[in-house]
């Protein structure tokens, strides 16, 4: 018999989301949004411009939690918009880590 804790377990289990990778051809076209619409404001080669540097080196000391906040959400008062309307949150999770790696100039 299923105790009242196993069944809890079990749904909270089953409602997480799923953390995998985008499929390769949304990860090319998240790459490209990095590059082009982010490299608008931050620099083209990601180093900084109207907005911070993107660098691995820049974002070393950030948490990827705030990081995903930020490209979720913008920031008021800065120009940064919110890009929630056009990423889900695991392309964001996928993004922060490739950024924080500095792997986006690699692909």
């Not at 196993?6 to 949304?26: E, F, N």
């Not at 404001?41 to 939690?65: I, N, R, V």
């Not at 999770?93 to 500095?102: E, T």
Request: some cysteine; charged content about 20%; glycine content about 10%.
């Amino acid at each position: 018999m299923l105790t009242r804790a196993t069944v809890i377990a079990w749904l909270v289990l089953l409602s997480a989301p799923v953390l995998a990778d985008p499929p390769a051809p949304r990860q090319q076209e998240l790459v490209n949004l990095v590059r082009q619409d982010c490299g608008s404001c931050h620099g083209m080669t990601l180093q900084g411009g109207l907005g911070p540097p993107l660098t691995a080196a820049a974002l070393s000391g950030k948490p990827a939690e705030y990081l995903r906040g930020v490209i979720l959400d913008g920031r008021a008062g800065t120009p940064m918009p919110p890009w929630r309307p056009f990423v889900s949150e695991s392309e964001v999770r996928w993004m922060v880590d490739m950024l924080k790696r500095g792997a986006i100039n690699d692909r």
